[in-house]
């Protein structure tokens, strides 16, 4: 019953900056853990960027510096500064939660939004 769904990705230039959001609904859940995981085409999926329920954050290797994750109640963002074309892909919200009435964890994805940087 949980959703996510994501907005913001587009075309941009490299350089440019772009700001990801993930809106999570449906129902009764706690979030223990979200992420941003990212695909190019005849690629594996990665992930980029993890917050866990009391903050802590986790970003890959080619992103840090440059990319920053915060969750606000339901709303996930990621704030993606000095992008490179190497971070063309499908950006994929993800979310570990909680489901009553047994208290089960889930996991829940999004659809992804695309984002193209350009040379």
């Known amino acids: 019953q949980v959703q996510l769904v994501e907005s913001g990705g587009g075309l941009v230039q490299a350089g440019d900056s772009l700001r990801l959001s993930c809106a999570a609904s449906g129902g009764l859940f706690s979030i223990m853990s979200m992420a941003w995981y990212r695909q190019a085409p005849g690629l594996q999926r990665e992930l980029v960027a993890h917050?866990?329920?009391?903050?802590r954050t986790m970003y890959a290797e080619s992103v840090k510096g440059r990319f920053t994750i915060t969750r606000d109640e339901n709303l996930l963002s990621l704030q993606m500064n000095s992008l490179k074309p190497e971070d063309t892909a499908d950006y994929l919200c993800?979310?570990?939660?909680?489901?009553?009435?047994?208290?089960?964890?889930?996991?829940?994805w999004g659809k992804g939004t695309l984002v193209a940087v350009s040379t």
């Open positions: 917050i866990t329920s009391d903050g």
């Open positions: 993800y979310g570990e939660m909680v489901v009553p009435p047994t208290g089960t964890l889930k996991d829940f």
